[in-house]
């Protein structure tokens, strides 16, 4: 993986406008980087095990429930879905890899072509990987974060539906991951967090704006007109 681009803090972001989750809106839908859309200003990644409850917390982070579909059958998410915050910052809820019951053609399919929006997407910023918090770290994760890692991608990961666990085991599987993941926490970051009770945005937000008016990807010139 080649050509992405660490996101840094910049003086200028400031001039850059901050994203506004709850205007998030459906922009279209892709089976294969061809039909993504025009690939320029900033994007940022969800990705995660069908399970994940991934478009759980897009939904929360956006303030609607309807944006990204959820559904009581893991894997029901196959296509690249793209919501869109302003005319250059975007969202994107990547197809929950692991695929229950899905063919293994299908699987090996779709492995391809995430693989290639992941190598190949310029607008892409950060990579935020769900995990279920009882679950963290499984082969599936492993091989994301190799990818990303590879591309000096940067992972912010969220250890999802924290309610789930009681305050002690959640904070001590948080320090275990942080643990495992010590040696690229230039790259990889980690928290918990949990839709139904909402916690953990405060921190996700903070990544997501940084991200998000990441001006290191911007012509001097460029970011004076701004």
Avoid at 116 to 123: D, G, N
Avoid at 133 to 155: G, K
Avoid at 172 to 197: D, P, W, Y
Wanted: hydrophobic residues 35%.
């Amino acid at each position: 993986m080649t050509d992405a681009k660490k996101p840094t803090e910049s003086s200028d972001e400031s001039r850059l406008e901050r994203p506004r989750y709850q205007a998030a809106t459906f922009l279209t839908s892709a089976s294969k980087l061809s039909q993504c859309p025009p690939d320029s200003g900033w994007e940022v990644a969800f990705a995660g095990r069908s399970n994940a409850g991934k478009s759980s917390a897009i939904n929360c982070l956006t303030g609607n429930r309807k944006l990204a579909r959820t559904s009581k059958t893991p894997g029901r998410t196959q296509l690249i879905n793209f919501f869109q915050l302003s005319d250059t910052q975007r969202l994107v809820d990547l197809p929950g890899y692991g695929f229950a019951k899905v063919p293994l053609k299908v699987k090996l399919e779709w492995t391809k072509h995430l693989e290639a929006y992941l190598q190949e997407r310029q607008s892409l910023r950060g990579l935020i990987l769900m995990m279920d918090v009882r679950r963290p770290l499984q082969e599936f994760d492993h091989t994301m974060l190799e990818w990303a890692i590879a591309a000096e991608m940067p992972v912010h990961i969220l250890l999802t539906k924290a309610d789930k666990l009681k305050k002690g085991p959640a904070k001590s599987t948080l320090l275990q991951v942080r643990g495992q993941l010590a040696e690229h926490q230039s790259l990889v970051s980690v928290q918990l967090f949990s839709s139904l009770k909402r916690s953990g945005l405060d921190e996700l937000h903070k990544v997501l704006n940084r991200w998000l008016t990441d001006s290191s990807v911007l012509e001097p010139e460029t970011i004076e007109s701004c």
